[in-house]
């Protein structure tokens, strides 16, 4: 079938089956008879459909916008501290990088010495009272009553 509509007029086929088949013209029901894949054949609409025939003057392609580069500030740094980092010298921004990384490195350190200095005050406590825990424990030689319910 070309795929153009043929029910008003044209020719009529009837298969055995039943169906029924309605063709523009004798060519197009003797490429149907001679089982022609409608896709294959210049003339028919499946064919231009397939290939695109006429399509243009129809749609109008989409022109896809271009992308423009857009400078925003991110959260924590300004446009403008942004751009002035940019702006300065390798050997100044490397400066400045070692001088943060050598401070946290002594913050971390402080804390390091403050938290074992606590930690030598705290552990002699501890293993005195330990002590003291152990020697009652050893001078009670009273045994517990167990079992017992008021």
């Known amino acids: 079938s070309s795929g153009i509509n043929a029910e008003y007029g044209g020719i009529r086929l009837a298969r055995t089956d039943g169906k029924i088949y309605n063709f523009v013209s004798k060519k197009a029901r003797n490429a149907y008879l001679m089982k022609k894949n409608p896709r294959k054949i210049a003339w028919t609409v499946l064919y231009r459909r397939k290939m695109k025939k ?28 942004i751009l002035a980092k940019r702006n300065q010298k390798p050997e100044v921004r490397k400066a400045q990088r070692e001088q943060v990384i050598r401070s946290q490195k002594e ?17 002699t406590k501890a293993v005195r009272a330990a002590q003291k825990k152990i020697n009652k424990a ?3 030689s009273k045994p517990g009553r167990t079992g017992v319910m008021m």
């Open 138 to 140: 050893n001078t009670k």
């Open 54 to 81: 006429g399509t243009e003057q129809d749609v109008a392609k989409k022109r896809a916008r271009k992308t423009t580069k857009f400078q925003r500030s991110i959260q924590g740094a300004t446009l403008e501290n």
């Open 107 to 123: 913050k971390i350190k402080a804390k390091k010495e403050a938290k074992s200095s606590n930690k030598k005050k705290t552990d």
